[in-house]
């Protein structure tokens, strides 16, 4: 079974010039933990998820040397969650993500998102998004062609 037969193709996606707030709302939405992020004609070019935008919200090394690490203001760095909103995506996004092609084996997929922890990735031809892959997607094939191949007893 190749990617292809089981891949997402209704992917959002967003380029490189969308705003946080646009994201962010897609996020919280449609519950939708990354989003790939493209340029001319489909050409992925990054990766922007949950924890790129929330991370911005972590004190600082400055400030835990400054402050320590117990007297971080948490409540304070929240704060900082509005103007995070504001930026460009291409400011938080991961650049040259990893990604499978629709050719690829389901386990050899399954393989490469269990390697680099993830639980969805994009695939990509030849560079230019055409869906995403999920472990859950994956799962799901995987046992439906296991239970429809066992004979009734």
Known sequence: MQVHEIMNRAVRSVSTDARVMEVASIMCLYRIPGIPV???????VGVIAEKDVLHSLFPTLENLMEEGMGNVDLDRQMTKYKDVLTLPVSDLMTRNPITVSPDMHVLRAASVMVR?????????????LEGMLSLGDLH??????????????
């Open 140 to 153: 799901k094939a995987i046992f439906h062609l296991t239970v429809t191949a066992r004979k009734p007893s």
């Open 38 to 44: 493209i340029e001319d004609e489909g050409r992925l």
């Open 116 to 128: 680099n922890r993830f639980r969805r990735i994009p695939v990509t031809h030849e560079g230019i």
